[in-house]
């Protein structure tokens, strides 16, 4: 949601549940709980409706929990809050670990706790009414997703499996699978999805031939795939099921290589399947196997904990850095800019300390662009003018905030400094002046913890991550294909291969400061690496969950054997498995190729 629409979201969530609280009887804690509700839209929107209906249902207690419970304690031992926000803080740092939707959810969490505690009211506040303010913000953002997604809940998820099959890289496929397995997965988004992947795994493999054998008619070929699978991104995408669908206009060169043949007979089928799925919209529910969402989040969690996962560092750095932050707002009791400050130097903190210097550049240069215009406008007009000017600030600058960070920055200084100053009768300039030391003061924190190295942590370089978390990933398929053929493999084993490899796949991406930093086409090829052996984890766990047979057996250990070579291997897939069998192996075929993919990158960078 961007620009207008989300505008217009601001304005109705604000001004209701403001005015909501007032008629409850929140009192001064009104305002709190309008703009907490602010935080909770960070997280409550992202996915199909029903998969975020069930996130939001164990994040409102949390979220209620983390705004209140903070502020009630700092009023009788300030350490101790400041103790129990340091936490909240490296809980909502580790929550990206469980996959990418849950980037915001942390996000939302450390805001709206920070913000909770360091929001001045304008009076006194009752305890029922500072746990009642959260309570309140998430009740009315919890109907606000259900009205927002009610029409069509399942629209998230068709576009990322339209998105997938039109951009076809692992950042999209795997979005796409976590969608729709989030979602109530249904038979055609199911088909669709296998499509998908037998399309994506026979490009990449197509795509190494094609350079192999310097082939024109391969590249024409794939050319013409790609026209195909945009146009039926198209039906995937809309809502109803298309009537008038074309099929596949098929290109196939005559004079391949019979392996390389049947790979182009495979790419047209796999987008046939596509076109007869998404114009059938068969709806029935898939038989997804039990406990396959809860073995996704343990297979996420595996690696979280451990000095070499990079989001492990970061949650601790943030940590650390909101405790100095929170230390340093101790000594200033009263501060209006206290809220400023804490929710700066939480948001500049990034997992990629290359990243904290873009978030710690856009927060004071957006700051010092504001203050260039607050200084036009003291200028220039009354004093009376700041706080409207603060007000449309305030909605320009939510606007504009996904788009223009640092225009949003400079719209924040122009609602905190003229609303702050308006209502507690200061001095704007001594305001604007304190408040621009404090972002400066805010990105220095920041950026002194995200350039900070964990002892004892080793820095090696991109080659060197790809190549551990390969061999740890292979020796996991190995373990479960041994399983899959019956024998006795001991299930703390896989406990640890598992851990094992999802420790190498978190380390895979983010190196420690001090180290060379990759190239855009080496970033690009880890990051791709990165979501196709955490795919190949879960999808190696989801076949734990089925009885094993010998044909399931010998395609892991075909994957385990070509997973990170240069080998163009295709993955057999047996002609009697059945439609969830097939998905879970169509996975696996096309993960393989990504890494095969970023393996030939990282070789020639």
């Known amino acids: 949601m961007k620009g207008p629409g989300l505008l217009v979201v601001v304005l109705v969530i604000v001004g209701g549940v403001s005015g909501l609280g007032f008629l409850v009887g929140l009192g001064n804690a009104a305002i709190l709980a309008a703009l907490t509700a602010l935080f909770c839209l960070i997280a409550a929107v992202g996915g199909p409706l029903w998969a975020d209906l069930r996130l939001l249902a164990w994040f409102a207690p949390s979220l209620i929990l983390a705004v209140g419970v903070p502020r009630l304690l700092g009023e009788v031992a300030q350490w101790a809050a400041i103790g129990l926000l340091v936490v909240i803080v490296v809980i909502a740092g580790m929550l990206p670990a469980l996959g990418a939707r849950f980037v915001t959810v942390g996000l939302g969490l450390g805001m709206a706790s920070l913000f909770g505690y360091g929001f001045q009211l304008t009076g006194t506040a009752s305890a029922g009414q500072i746990l009642g303010a959260p309570a309140l913000a998430m009740g009315v953002v919890l109907l606000l997703r259900v009205l927002m997604g009610a029409k069509d809940p399942a629209k998230p998820t068709r576009e990322a499996l339209a998105d997938a099959l039109a951009a076809g890289t692992p950042e999209t496929q795997e979005r796409a699978a976590r969608l729709w397995l989030a979602d109530r997965p249904r038979r055609w988004t199911a088909r669709v999805l296998g499509g998908i992947l037998r399309y994506r795994a026979a490009t990449g493999l197509l795509e190494i031939r094609r350079k192999r054998l310097d082939s024109q008619e391969i590249g024409e070929t794939l050319d013409a795939a790609r026209e195909e699978a945009a146009r039926l991104a198209d039906a995937v995408r809309a809502a109803e099921a298309p009537e008038d669908v074309e099929p596949v206009r098929r290109r196939e060169p005559a004079g ?109 240069g957006g700051s010092l662009g504001g203050a260039v215009v607050l200084a036009l406008a003291l200028w220039l007009l009354p004093q009376g003018f700041l706080l409207p000017i603060g007000l449309v600030a305030l909605l320009g600058g939510f606007a504009v905030m996904q788009t223009r960070p640092t225009v949003f920055n400079g719209c924040m200084v122009l609602m905190s400094v003229g609303m702050n100053a308006t209502t507690k009768h200061l001095d704007p300039r001594y305001v604007l002046v304190e408040y621009l030391l404090l972002m400066v003061l805010a990105g220095a924190i920041a950026l002194l913890f995200g350039f900070a190295a964990i002892p004892g942590v080793p820095k090696p370089g991109p080659a060197e991550r790809f190549g551990t978390a390969v061999d740890a990933t292979r020796t996991l398929l190995g373990a479960v294909g041994r399983k899959l053929r019956g024998e006795d493999v001991d299930p703390r084993t896989l406990g640890r291969v598992f851990r094992a490899a999802a420790v190498a796949q978190h380390g895979l991406l983010a190196a420690e400061p001090g180290t060379k930093e990759p190239a855009p086409e080496q970033q690009d090829a880890l990051e791709s690496a990165a979501e196709a052996l955490r795919g190949l984890s879960v999808t190696a766990s989801s076949l734990l969950l089925r009885p094993g047979t010998a044909e399931t057996a010998t395609v892991v250990d075909e994957a385990a054997r070509a997973l990170g070579t240069d080998e163009a291997a295709e993955i057999p897939v047996p002609a009697d498995a059945d439609e969830e069998q097939r998905l879970v192996l169509d996975t696996i075929a096309a993960d393989v190729v990504a890494v095969g993919e970023a393996a030939q990158t990282l070789k020639g960078a």
Do not use: N, Y
């Not at 919209?281 to 297979?299: I, M, N, W």
């Open 256 to 364: 391949l290589p019979g392996a390389t043949e049947r790979l182009v007979a495979g790419l047209w089928d796999a987008l046939e399947t596509v076109r007869t799925a998404s114009t059938d919209r068969d709806e029935s529910r898939v038989d997804v196997p039990k406990g396959l969402r809860r073995e996704l989040r343990r297979v996420e969690l595996r690696g979280a904990f451990s000095w070499r996962s990079p989001q492990f560092r970061h949650a601790i750095r943030c940590g650390l850095g909101v405790a100095l932050a929170l230390v340093v707002a101790s000594f200033r009791p009263g501060d209006p800019l206290t809220v400023s400050f804490l929710l700066g130097t939480f948001a500049i903190m990034q997992p990629e300390w290359r990243d904290s210097l873009t978030k710690a550049w856009q927060r004071i």
